[in-house]
């Protein structure tokens, strides 16, 4: 059975749409549940949650990348990554960094926000989806892998308006960040600060995407069968 990507926000999607996996793209978690059993229940042997992620361990920077040894929740229950998934994925992409991360259902926004997760699961990265994918791969019976690049570090927090620019569908929302900047201005410096470390991020997204083998995109089990093609539901 083929493998599929689940995302957070429409340009994750795009990246990953690149390697000719089928995509489906949810914000929070829970929509990324629906998102996930719908996916699995049209055939997905598995699913690899990929995209940007908040950092919690301090030696993580902007562009780091994160592949999951296991995905934790608040509450300390931990699912494991699919391990035949990440020693693939390891050999692909030797840079990114082991480490759990946690699954949230708000976003880690203040430094004290996520030296609390750090301190409460010793997790390296924070993100919205990866729960619900390890959840619900869990309830089929099927492997998921995390692959995450970091985008806001641990010693940063996250400016107000860049939340309020992130529909329900994981697209941005100009109008919603211009009328937070205009409600404060002084957002303006941390706005674009982020935006500089979220260019980081995506460019290590997409060069991980490149390294990826040919042969996890094709007849293996993360790799898609022309004859199990999985409907894309993004």
């Known amino acids: ?20 996996l089928p995509v489906a793209c949810a914000t929070g978690h829970a929509a990324a549940m629906a998102a996930a059993h719908r996916l699995l229940e049209g055939g997905a042997g598995g699913i690899v949650s990929f995209g940007i992620a908040g950092g919690l361990a301090p030696d993580l920077r902007p562009g780091s990348l994160v592949l999951a040894s296991a995905v934790v929740d608040e509450d300390g229950a931990v699912h494991e990554t699919c391990q035949s998934w990440r020693n693939r994925l390891r050999n692909a ?112 997204l997409r060069r991980a995407a490149r390294a990826i083998p040919v042969d996890l995109l094709g007849g293996g089990p993360l790799g898609l069968d022309p004859a199990q093609r999985v409907r894309d539901v993004a």
């Not at 926000?9 to 749409?17: N, S, T």
């Not at 697209?171 to 980081?200: F, Q």
């Open 1 to 20: 059975m083929a493998a599929a990507i689940l995302t957070g926000m429409a340009l994750e999607a795009r990246i990953a749409r690149r390697g000719g």
């Open 93 to 204: 992409l030797p840079q990114a960094h082991s480490g759990m991360v946690v699954g949230a259902r708000m976003p880690a926004v203040t430094v004290g926000d996520k030296a609390r997760l750090r301190a409460l699961t010793g997790a390296a990265a924070v993100d919205l989806e990866s729960l619900a994918v390890a959840r619900a791969c869990q309830a089929w019976g099927r492997p998921f892998a995390v692959l995450r690049a970091v985008a806001d570090p641990a010693w940063r927090a996250l400016p107000a308006a860049a939340l309020a620019g992130l529909d329900g569908e994981g697209r941005m929302a100009p109008g919603a960040v211009l009328a937070r900047l205009a409600a404060d201005p002084r957002e303006l410096v941390a706005l674009g600060r982020l935006a500089w470390d979220l260019g980081k991020a995506l460019a290590s």
